[in-house]
């Protein structure tokens, strides 16, 4: 998923993509000490495994549950939902109206050019229910054509500060955790004694109620408001230049601080005494200055609601404008905080700066950080046309590489999927042709910086993505038990209408395709959001008729165990189908789910008296 484009201000060699804010200024030669790529290159492809999807046999729909009285949300308007502001195909942190439910009647299958796979045929994917679709058929923009957009839109969309968190994100079991990646937003911790090794524990009732549900503020341009976490404490959700704390089972505030600015970034992964890292605006927009500039980094205490610290810093490469930061991140007790005009390390209790990024006379520079259970960046060296990528695995308190893997030509973006394991995603040669800038993962030993393998994933069968252009903007995968889990294309499923697919797993040390998978079911989809333990936590979206589930996953049989099964009331599950599973912010956490915005926009002039959420939560207790 790429991120809002911001001014052409370029570092050195670097294509158009992400260039910083207009107050930062560009680099002279990068930064980040250059390093030798080790001998060897990175070895043959692992041939493609055999296609495991065959005919599934037919599965029962779930019983109607029993709805709470009263709910929330409207059907949708006649002639669907309004467009989106600007025809953006990710659409991290971007309000979409949802997508058409599984289950909505899509015609018969096999329809001619319908793409083959899983063993039987499959029919195009339907439009999103309202959403702007990109050329090609249905297929996602190619990195080329997001590039092109992005350009188009930039002074639409969010500039400068407006460069906005994902997945989407994240890992959410914590740095102390499993390794784990899924792009959904903050952290989400539980307690001991769960399934398979993990936290969840199956309820003994898993029909949820609606616990709490907030607004979309109002506001007269897109603004981000990404960020959202869950401590044992509180929920704790951004909002416009604020960071607010909410009682996890009510909704009633427990805490609120302001920020200079609003928020434009956030870390995926928490430290294990509840403390998170954020990037935000230097101020408010202003009429003189709409789109002030993306420089502060700061740490707050996701339980005590405070802002622990913050600063901006100057680029090693000199000059004393402050650095635009793009992403950040946790690893340990250190904040890594990067930028296409530099990047700096700061201490998590108290913002101490540890350390830059050493400048290269050859103009190469950290592309961005990764964190977790370790540290590692994306270095970037070569010119526009010809870029060489090496990945290294760092010291997080001295910045100092401990290994280095060089991709392979043919990759001018590569994103982190995991830290502990190392493995990375690219497209190579941009061949993967759908958006989701994955062609190839790569297991990495990041003791000694080789390749373990590198295994193929075929675009027309995998719906996990990355962000084109972002280091640590991964989504809908989860790496554990040396194992990266990954969710098949929608396709066709038993019955007349509707789609399914499946959770696979990929051995990182082989490469295989490993036996058995984690079948939706007829018009469900499921959606990898997290390791627990050696299980996979994730979402099962229900058809336009039923509410969703939360599911955890074996890791090692795949089989499945119901943590939640959302209301099938008309009004909450037609609230609950606002959020987009791509762009939106979803936690779990001992049963509760909570479904957030990553931006909101200004009224629909279209249907103005449209009931949109900030938050939506369920619980099952």
């Known amino acids: 998923m790429t991120q809002p484009p911001q001014p052409p201000q370029q570092p050195p060699n670097e294509p158009p993509n992400t260039p910083p804010a207009p107050s930062a200024g560009p680099p002279s030669g990068g930064f980040g000490a250059p390093q030798d790529p080790p001998p060897g290159g990175f070895g043959g492809p692992t041939p493609p495994p055999a296609d495991p999807f065959g005919k599934q046999p037919p599965q029962q729909p779930a019983a109607p549950q029993d709805a709470p009285a009263g709910g929330?949300?409207?059907?949708?308007p006649a002639g669907g939902y309004p467009t989106p502001p600007a025809p953006q195909p990710n659409g991290y942190g971007y309000p979409h109206a949802p997508q058409q439910g599984y289950g909505y009647p899509q015609g018969p299958a096999g329809q001619p050019g319908?793409?083959?796979?899983?063993?039987?045929?499959?029919?195009p994917m339907q439009p999103q229910y309202g959403a702007p679709q990109p050329p090609g058929g249905g297929k996602k923009f190619s990195t080329q054509m997001q590039i092109i957009v992005a350009a188009a839109v930039a002074v639409v969309l969010i500039i400068g500060g407006g460069i906005i968190y994902s997945s989407t994100g994240g890992d959410q079991g914590g740095s102390d955790e499993a390794s784990s990646s899924g792009a959904t937003g903050g952290e989400a911790k539980g307690g001991e004694g769960g399934l398979a090794g993990g936290k969840e524990k199956a309820p003994a009732n898993t029909k949820s109620k609606v616990a709490?549900?907030?607004p979309e503020p109002v506001v007269t341009d897109i603004t981000t408001v990404a960020g959202s976490w869950v401590t044992d404490k509180a929920y704790v959700k951004s909002g416009i230049a604020e960071v607010t704390g909410y009682d996890r089972d009510k909704g009633t505030k427990l805490w609120s601080f302001p920020l200079a600015g609003e928020i434009c970034g956030v870390s995926r992964h928490t430290s294990k005494d509840d403390k998170a890292a954020i990037l935000f605006q230097e101020t408010k927009p202003t009429k003189e200055n709409k789109y002030p500039s993306c420089n502060q980094v700061g740490a707050i205490d996701l339980n005590a609601g405070k802002l622990l610290w913050s600063k901006s810093v100057t680029s090693a490469t000199g000059g004393d404008r402050p650095i635009a930061f793009v992403e950040v991140t946790i690893s340990g007790s250190t904040v890594a905080a990067g930028g296409t005009s530099g990047g700096a390390a700061f201490n998590l209790a108290d913002g101490a700066a540890l350390w830059k990024p050493k400048v290269g006379a050859d103009g190469c520079y950290d592309r961005g950080y990764a964190g977790g259970e370790a540290l590692a960046v994306i270095r970037r060296c070569g010119t526009t046309d010809s870029p060489q990528l090496t990945v290294q695995a760092l010291n997080p308190t001295t910045g100092a590489p401990l290994s280095s893997f060089q991709m392979p030509a043919g990759v001018d973006y590569a994103s982190i999927v995991s830290t502990k394991p190392l493995v990375v995603a690219a497209d190579v040669g941009d061949t993967a042709g759908d958006?989701?800038?994955?062609?190839?993962?790569?297991?990495?030993?990041?003791?000694?910086g080789k390749l373990i393998v590198r295994i193929p994933a075929d675009a027309d069968k995998y719906a996990a993505e990355c962000g084109s252009t972002?280091?640590?903007?991964?989504?809908?995968?989860?790496?554990?038990n040396n194992r990266l889990y990954l969710p098949t294309e929608r396709h066709d499923g038993t019955s007349e209408y509707g789609d399914t697919n499946e959770i696979v797993a990929f051995d990182l040390t082989t490469g295989k395709l490993l036996g058995g998978r984690a079948d939706a079911g007829d018009r469900h989809t499921l959606t990898p959001l997290r390791m627990d333990g050696t299980s996979v936590i994730a979402y099962k979206e229900g058809p336009y008729d039923k509410g969703g589930q939360v599911v955890s996953i074996d890791g090692e049989t795949l089989k499945q165990t119901l943590l939640m099964e959302n209301p099938s009331d008309e009004t909450v599950r037609e609230a609950e189908k606002r959020f987009n599973v791509g762009s939106a912010e979803l936690l779990y956490s001992e049963g509760r789910f909570y479904m957030a915005s990553r931006a909101v926009h200004k009224p629909s002039t279209v249907n103005p008296d449209e009931k949109r959420y900030l938050v939506v939560a369920y619980r099952t207790d």
């Open 72 to 76: 929330y949300g409207t059907p949708p």
């Open 114 to 123: 319908a793409p083959q796979g899983y063993g039987y045929p499959t029919q």
């Open 212 to 214: 709490f549900q907030f």
């Open 435 to 448: 958006g989701s800038s994955i062609s190839d993962f790569f297991s990495i030993d990041a003791a000694t």
């Open 470 to 480: 972002d280091v640590e903007q991964c989504k809908h995968m989860a790496v554990g």
